[in-house]
C-alpha cells in the first residue's frame, strides 16, 4: 500500500535562511507527488506537483521540491524562508483511482 | 470563483445527535472526497465517490455515511456523532492526475 513519511513534526528556521522539508513514499509504479500547505485556520492549498520529465519541479511562493527515486523521496526546498510562510506542509502521494495519500504533516515555524 | 464549499465552517455536537456536512463543487470535477484532520495524522480518507452515483469507503468509514446527490453536492453524515469524531473535516474535487486536488476551507466539528 502507498505510504507517505515526513520525518519532520516540527521545524524552526530564522527569517531568511534556508528551508527543506523532508519526505519519503512508498508506491510500487512511478508516482504522482504533490505538496500542499495549509495556514492556521484555512484548506490545503497546492504548492507543486510532480509527475513526469524533470526532476526539480518549481512551485508557486518560491518553492520547488526534487523528486529522487533512488531515495524514494521528494523534498521541498525554498531558499529564503518569510515569516508568512509559517504554516503546515503536507506531502502527498497519488494512490490508485485518484485517492491520494498524506503524509503526518510538518508544521514550520519562522522567527525573526 | 470557482472551488469548493463547505458548510457549516463550525458545529458543535452532542454525542449521539446526528449532522450532515455539505459540500458542492464548481469545477465540473467527476471525483469528490471527504477527509478528516487530527492532529500529527495528517488527511486521512472516510469516503470518495468517483462519479456521480457511485461511492466507495476510504480508509476511516466507521460511523459516517455520504450522499453523492448530483455532480455537484456530495454529503457527508454522521448519524450518532461520539467523541472520536472531533476532527476538521475537509471536502475536495479533482484527482491524483494533472490537476491535484482542490480542498474547501473545512469544518471544525466538536462533539462533547
Known amino acids: 500500500a502507498q505510504s507517505v513519511t515526513q520525518p519532520d513534526i516540527h521545524i524552526t528556521v530564522s527569517e531568511g535562511a534556508s528551508l527543506e522539508l523532508r519526505c519519503n513514499y512508498s508506491?510500487?509504479?512511478?508516482?504522482?507527488l504533490f505538496w500542499y500547505v495549509q495556514s492556521p485556520g484555512q484548506g490545503l492549498q497546492l504548492l507543486l506537483k510532480y509527475f513526469s520529465g524533470d526532476t526539480l519541479v518549481q512551485g508557486i511562493k518560491g518553492f520547488e521540491a526534487e523528486f529522487k527515486r533512488s531515495q524514494s523521496s521528494f523534498n521541498l526546498r525554498k531558499p529564503s524562508v518569510h515569516w508568512s510562510d509559517a504554516a503546515e506542509y503536507f506531502c502527498?502521494?497519488?494512490?490508485?483511482?485518484?485517492?491520494?495519500?498524506f503524509g503526518a504533516g510538518t508544521i514550520l515555524r519562522v522567527k525573526s | 470563483n470557482a472551488g469548493v464549499t463547505q458548510t457549516p465552517k463550525f458545529q458543535v455536537l452532542k454525542t449521539g445527535q446526528s449532522m450532515t456536512l455539505q459540500c458542492a463543487q464548481d469545477m465540473n470535477h467527476n471525483s469528490m472526497y471527504w477527509y478528516r484532520q487530527d492532529p500529527g495524522m495528517g488527511l486521512r480518507l472516510i469516503y470518495y465517490s468517483a462519479s456521480e452515483g457511485t461511492t466507495d469507503k476510504g480508509e476511516v468509514p466507521n460511523g459516517y455515511n455520504v450522499s453523492r446527490l448530483n455532480k455537484r453536492e456530495f454529503s457527508l453524515r454522521l448519524e450518532s456523532a461520539a467523541p472520536s469524531q472531533t476532527s476538521v473535516y475537509f471536502c475536495?474535487?479533482?484527482?491524483?492526475?494533472?490537476?491535484?486536488?482542490?480542498f474547501g476551507s473545512g469544518t471544525r466539528l466538536t462533539v462533547v
Open positions: 475536495a474535487t479533482g484527482g491524483a492526475g494533472a490537476r491535484g486536488y482542490t
Open positions: 502527498a502521494v497519488g494512490a490508485g483511482g485518484n485517492k491520494l495519500v
Open positions: 508506491y510500487g509504479a512511478t508516482p504522482y
